[in-house]
């Protein structure tokens, strides 16, 4: 079974600094990997996604995150964080390839980003 | 592009009654729809996935019976919470995929806020 641990519940970052959020997974073959960003009340928007090929990928608003397989990890990271990306960000792992009508998504339990002035 | 709307955003019924919740994929055919249930400062949950023109495939100790899903159409799956309870408040989302073997990503809508009194 698939399975994803974001191991801090809140960071706390001052505007200008830069920021790493850690994810590690468990899935026994290759997995499809995803970051989300969800600001309160609101549904999900998808950051950067993990397919195959180049393990550091691009992601909107500024945010990499690099697919490292020897640590089963897919760390998001942003140079220089801006007040507007307090939000609540979730890492999702999903199986590799075509699985029928399913390619379920399993979440993490989220972090909490909350960025100081 | 590929958005998903959900309606209502919020909802407060009275214990005991039934309400339906839409989600719409607007501009692309959705064969594979998700719905999810977000607890407080928890990750998503999911509860089943809809496919067009089957049953929908319900996790395990989700009740079928309370949560109807329908997913008439390319466009549109709805679900509906039967004989809510105060414990059914929640904030539920859906997501949807396109069609086709290489369509990995899941494009979320904006939950729904169902408060049961």
């Known amino acids: 079974a698939q399975s994803v641990t974001q191991p801090d519940i809140h960071i706390t970052v001052s505007e200008g600094a830069s920021l790493e959020l850690r994810c590690n997974y468990s899935y026994g073959a290759t997995p499809y990997l995803f970051w989300y960003v969800q600001s309160p009340g609101q549904g999900l928007q998808l950051l950067l996604k993990y397919f195959s090929g180049d393990t550091l990928v691009q992601g909107i608003k500024g945010f990499e995150a690099e697919f490292k397989r020897s640590q089963s990890s897919f760390n998001l990271r942003k140079p220089s964080v801006h007040w507007s990306d307090a939000a609540e960000y979730f890492c999702a792992v999903g199986p590799g390839g075509y699985t029928g009508g399913g390619n379920k998504l399993t979440f993490g339990t989220g972090t909490q980003l909350k960025v100081e002035l | 592009g590929a958005v998903v709307s959900q309606h209502p955003s919020r909802v407060i019924c009275k214990s005991g009654t039934s309400v339906k919740i839409e989600c719409r994929s607007l501009?692309?055919?959705?064969?594979?729809m998700f719905w999810y249930r977000q607890f407080p400062k928890k990750s998503l949950m999911l509860m089943a996935t809809?496919?067009?023109?089957?049953?929908?495939?319900?996790e395990q100790g989700v009740e079928k019976d309370k949560f109807l899903i329908n997913h008439a159409s390319l466009t549109l799956s709805t679900l509906t919470v039967t004989s809510a309870h105060p414990e059914d408040s929640s904030f539920y989302i859906c997501s949807a995929r396109k069609p086709g073997p290489r369509s990995y990503e899941q494009y979320f809508g904006p939950g729904t806020r169902l408060t049961v009194t």
């Open positions: 809809s496919n067009e023109g089957s049953k929908a495939t319900y």
């Open positions: 501009d692309f055919q959705a064969t594979t």
